[in-house]
């Protein structure tokens, strides 16, 4: 069976967890067959049991006491370490026959996508897609909004997989600020919103290379949004979509 490997990356915080945890319980409740998979060898107290744990080959814990690091060195320590295990991980994966396969990546992006232990993972696990999260706190104004969009380019551009811009826990959110966010993948829009100087300047980057888009609206906490997230995956595997226009 073809399996589609669907990341959750996003800043520290921004709810990957907790989204993925909300979207496996949508794929339950319409008996969509998929497996859980924790990348995140520091992850505590989660809302979901994974089926494949990177925690059972080491933890955080661990290698800050096996190496006498502390949390930053252990977090690069650990990101380096996830390359060499990938092959006994997707042997894991593979015991599913499944067609989803849900990652959770660890709390800093860009232990994630800026460690060449993502390129080994993305190669050796196959069709990938990223769901990229919007931090709600951050991006509710425009030169956070901008800057959440070049973390997103920078993810693009590191794991060469289409991403799925979504807006998260926007029951945080009125149904004004919401809007307002969503209307900056209108370029006019968010230009009349911006400052002088550097924020324009960089405007025009996102815009010109095409990587404003509207984030999907969700929220792990009501559970809503799922079905937009699934339908845009559909789209992008099974939709016979242009690759090229959905990775920009
Ligand atoms: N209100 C609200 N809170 C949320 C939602 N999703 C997550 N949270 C809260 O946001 C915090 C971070 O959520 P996580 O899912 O752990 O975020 P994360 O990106 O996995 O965090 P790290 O892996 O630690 O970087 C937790 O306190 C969650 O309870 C949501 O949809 N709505
Ligand atoms: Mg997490």
């Known amino acids: 069976m073809r399996k589609v490997n669907v990341y959750f990356v996003g800043t520290a915080g921004?709810?990957?967890?907790?989204l993925l945890?909300?979207?496996s319980?949508?794929?339950d409740f319409h008996k969509i067959d998929h497996i859980t998979v924790n990348l995140d060898p520091g992850s505590e107290n989660m809302p979901y049991s994974p089926d494949v744990d990177v925690r059972e080959y080491f933890t955080l814990n661990d290698v800050m006491l096996e190496y006498g690091v502390g949390p930053n060195g252990a977090q690069i320590l650990c990101a380096d370490l996830l390359g060499a295990e990938i092959d006994e991980i997707k042997e894991e994966i593979d015991y599913y026959d499944v067609p989803y396969v849900l990652i959770d990546t660890p709390g800093q992006m860009e232990l994630f996508t800026l460690r060449r232990s993502s390129e080994i993972i993305i190669k050796v696990l196959g069709d990938s897609v990223s769901v990229f999260l919007f931090d709600p706190v951050i991006s509710k104004t425009p030169d956070g909004f901008i800057s959440t969009t070049f973390l997103m380019a920078s993810s693009i551009f590191r794991l060469k997989i289409p991403h799925i811009p979504v807006l998260s826990k926007c029951d945080l959110l009125g149904k004004k600020e919401i809007e307002r966010i969503e209307s900056w993948s209108d370029p006019d829009k968010?230009?009349?919103e911006l400052g002088s100087g550097?924020?324009?300047e960089l405007f025009?980057?996102?815009r010109d290379a095409g990587f404003?888009?509207?984030p999907i609206p969700v929220s792990a906490k009501e559970g809503y949004g799922m079905?937009?997230?699934y339908d845009k995956i559909q789209e992008i595997f099974y939709g016979g979509e242009d690759m090229e226009r959905i990775l920009y």
């Open 25 to 27: 319980e949508w794929l």
């Open 198 to 200: 550097v924020e324009r």
């Open 227 to 229: 079905e937009d997230i």
């Open 204 to 206: 025009q980057v996102v």
């Open 14 to 18: 921004s709810g990957k967890t907790h």
């Open 212 to 214: 404003l888009q509207k």
């Open 190 to 192: 968010l230009y009349v």
């Open 21 to 23: 945890a909300a979207f």
